[in-house]
């Protein structure tokens, strides 16, 4: 089991009151599986991404990364195992102009504590893995929209991650590109062994889940196969 969210509740103020977000959540994705999370707008996903992600501190609860209950970190611990056991592939892939393909995934290690040039190898393994080992040295004004969003994907797994939290990762890209990047992460999730959560608007998506589960009001409906 790589995460676990455990009746999960989080609410943000609103007014005089409190808004919930997520009610009572409870969600389990094993290592090498991806499960899909759909729902309307404002009905708890980002929510459900930043809690997992450690971005969020739930008001009652557990969240456990890899082993690791999140509850006994404080900022600086959440930080540190952001960067060692979880991947995040956010909407837009947010690459920094001036860098190649390759240089995005460096500098993810430098992050980390390690020189960039040691972990030259691996950047190159995990582009050819999303099949840009021959777009390396390209910056992104010079790469599509679906391999700029393909090298976002293997900067993600840079550091060996054991969780890997995609949020809409097709919502600008036309159907066969979008098809494509998710039939990728599925691909990867088995073989990388990650725990995946791919939050997605698109149920055409939903056959490359292992999974799916339905947030509705800041309640979720529980796994089933897809």
Known sequence: MSLALDAVTLTYPDGDGRLTALDAVSLTVPAGRMTAVV???????SSLLAVAATLVTPDRGR???AGTDTAGLDAAGRAALRRSSIGIVFQQPNLLPSLTAVEQLQVMAHLSGRPPASVRDRAMELLDAVGLADRA???????SGGQRQRVNIARALMNEP???LVDEPTSALDHERGEAVV???AE???????AT?????????LASA???ATVQDGHLTLPTPV
């Open 39 to 45: 729902g309307p707008s404002g009905s708890g996903k």
């Open 63 to 65: 969240v456990v990364v």
């Open 137 to 143: 040295g390209r910056r992104p004004h010079q790469l």
């Open 162 to 164: 054991a969780v890997l």
């Open 183 to 185: 039939a990728l992460l």
């Open 188 to 194: 990867l999730t088995r073989a990388r062994g990650t």
């Open 197 to 205: 959560v791919l939050v997605t608007h698109d149920r055409a998506h």
């Open 210 to 212: 292992d999974e799916t």
